[in-house]
Nanobody, 127 residues
Framework: QVQLVESGGGLVQAGGSPRLSCVVS????????MGWFRQAPGKEREFVAA????????NYADSVKGRFTISRDNAKNTVYLQMNSLKPEDTAVYYC????????????????????WGQGTQVTVSS
């Protein structure tokens, strides 16, 4: 049983820089490419960022490129999303997701590619 637990969300002022964490348990974390997605009220879930198994390959949505950074610590079974220069439009529930893969440089921006999901953490950005 693979479990993903996000933390680090909350109420943040515009321009703030919170860091989200997602701890993965149950299987070998380094076997998973990881992704962050978000869903705002009334909108579909959208891709935010992804990282390969070893952390050498990353990709980002255009809306967060240059502001957000995804990283991982395989020794701690944790993936992070450092969010800088937050805007009110970043308000959403943020989800981490895991994709088991043999591809060392594999990462995906597609929702359907991922096998496991966390329960989400709310990030609310006040103006």
């Amino acid at each position: 049983q693979v479990q993903l637990v996000e933390s680090g969300g909350g109420l943040v002022q515009a321009g703030g820089s919170p860091r989200l964490s997602c701890v993965v348990s149950g299987r070998t974390f380094s076997s998973y490419a990881m992704g962050w997605f978000r869903q705002a009220p009334g909108k579909e879930r959208e891709f935010v960022a992804a990282i390969s198994r070893g952390g050498r390959s990353t990709n980002y949505a255009d809306s967060v490129k240059g502001r957000f950074t995804i990283s991982r610590d395989n020794a701690k079974n944790t993936v992070y999303l450092q969010m800088n220069s937050l805007k009110p439009e970043d308000t959403a529930v943020y989800y981490c997701a895991a994709k088991e893969t043999s591809g060392f440089y594999y990462s995906s921006s597609y929702y359907s590619a991922y096998d496991y999901w966390g329960q989400g953490t709310q990030v609310t950005v006040s103006s």
